[in-house]
């Protein structure tokens, strides 16, 4: 069977405002609102292609309803239509067939309904229907009943002129139960000061142990511009997020979706995703951090002490140059870390391994050597120093 898919339409106004008037203060120049054809109902028109397509509604953007309007006395009073569906036969001859009412409405007699909204409650009543069947992989392509209920809009009674329309077949409807949304193994950011110019999508690590959550460190200079997606080439924008300044960064929409920083410099981006309750979604929160990053342990002459002001990092001018430790203070296998306020350091630890910043992703129990491997261990000695460009993500010890 040959497969439709819905193409975005603009929709036209098809009603003029609301206008209510006492039924007993009517006159020639203000109408009297009639419900004595409530019970008559309206038309909901069957889709001319109904008969001989599939309607693949977990693809389409949109299904176009159009109906005819409630008669209230053939004044064209604002109404508000919901969809109902139902997968039961019984429906086109008992309206109290178990059917659900889609939560968006309409105030157009042509109307685009939702299809992702309508693809979930499809295959929530297919589950329902079917407790037993396995919704990953058995919903059928299936005939779906519609009707349309009707009310007066901009009123204080949600029911008044309720009435309904007939109820249409789609003989054959896919619906699809979408996965259930899973944490990427990390995040890119792209923009105007990041590595080469919105063309390199800088990988942006997952925190230590902290499942959803990402970090990086970039430049950004006073009105720079960035992106962000949870896979190359794919720019989420400044709408797709939240955003926590701390800062003082200024951090707005540079009017084509991209994040626009007033007031540039070093920055910790901290990435925290959060599956929704329908598990089917992720949103997400930007928290962003002045630039910060240390050594600690040994290399730091012994001191343990997370954000140690002595053993800071210093940062250079712009996206070109390196971050350079204090000397270190001891012998021994390199620690170092960005800061993010209240995680734990060791969350947002790095070593280096083959001339590039390497990010934490095991439990160093003991140490990098013994835990991760020779090659992840870097020796430091009294006097050396550490350099990062944090850009290009490559460091060396010297």
């Known amino acids: 069977m040959k497969k439709i898919f819905f193409k975005l339409m603009l929709l036209p106004a098809m009603v003029l405002p609301l ?7 009517d006159n020639d120049s203000n109408p009297t609102l009639d419900l004595s054809h409530v019970a ?9 292609y109904a008969e001989n397509y599939t309607y693949d509604v977990a693809k389409a953007k949109y299904l176009t309803l159009s109906c005819t309007q409630p008669n209230y006395g053939d004044i064209p009073y604002v109404v508000r239509y919901y969809v109902q569906v139902a997968l ?3 429906f086109l001859t008992d309206p109290t067939t178990t059917h659900k009412e889609l939560a968006t409405s309409y105030t157009t007699a042509k109307m685009a ?5 309508l693809n979930s409650t499809l295959v929530d009543m297919f589950q329902a229907a079917n407790p037993d069947a396995d919704p990953d992989t058995s919903i059928p392509e299936m005939p779906v009943y519609v009707r349309l209920r009707a009310v007066l809009d901009g009123t204080t009674n949600p029911h008044l002129g309720e009435c309904y329309s007939n109820i249409i077949t789609l003989p054959s409807v896919k619906a699809t139960n979408k996965p259930s949304a899973k944490y990427p193994e990390k995040l890119f950011v792209v923009g105007s000061s990041i590595q080469d ?11 230590y142990g902290m499942e959803g959550n990402y970090y990086t460190m970039v430049y950004v200079p006073d009105g720079g511009t960035f992106n962000w997606g ?15 300044d701390n800062a003082g960064a200024e951090i707005s929409d540079d009017g084509e979706g991209n994040l626009k920083v007033a007031h540039g410099g070093w920055f910790v981006l901290h990435f925290v995703g959060e599956i929704t309750a329908d598990k089917k979604d992720i949103n997400y929160t930007l928290n962003v951090y002045p630039g910060k990053a240390y050594i600690i342990g040994a290399s730091a002459g012994g001191n343990w002490d997370d954000e140690a002001a002595d053993w800071a990092m210093t940062p250079p001018a712009d996206q070109t140059g390196e971050w350079v430790s204090p000397a270190f203070g001891g012998d021994g296998e ?15 630890e790095f070593t280096i391994y083959k ?28 006097g050396q120093k550490l350099y990062v460009n944090f850009d290009k993500n490559t460091a060396k010890v010297e």
């Open 334 to 348: 390199l620690r170092a870390y960005i800061k993010i306020p209240e995680l734990d350091w060791w969350r947002t």
């Open 88 to 90: 039961d036969k019984k």
């Open 40 to 48: 008559d109902g309206f038309v909901l028109n069957t889709p001319a």
């Open 113 to 117: 309904v939702d299809a992702e909204e």
């Open 197 to 207: 110019a919105w063309s390199s999508w800088k990988p942006v690590a997952p925190v």
């Open 19 to 25: 206008l209510f008037t006492s039924c007993s203060d």
């Open 230 to 244: 949870t896979s190359k080439d794919d720019s989420r924008g400044y709408s797709s997020l939240a955003i926590n």
């Open 355 to 382: 001339g590039e910043v390497f990010w934490r992703d095991c439990n160093l129990v003991d140490n990098w050597a013994k835990n991760k491997g020779a090659d992840y261990s870097v020796a430091c000695s009294v």
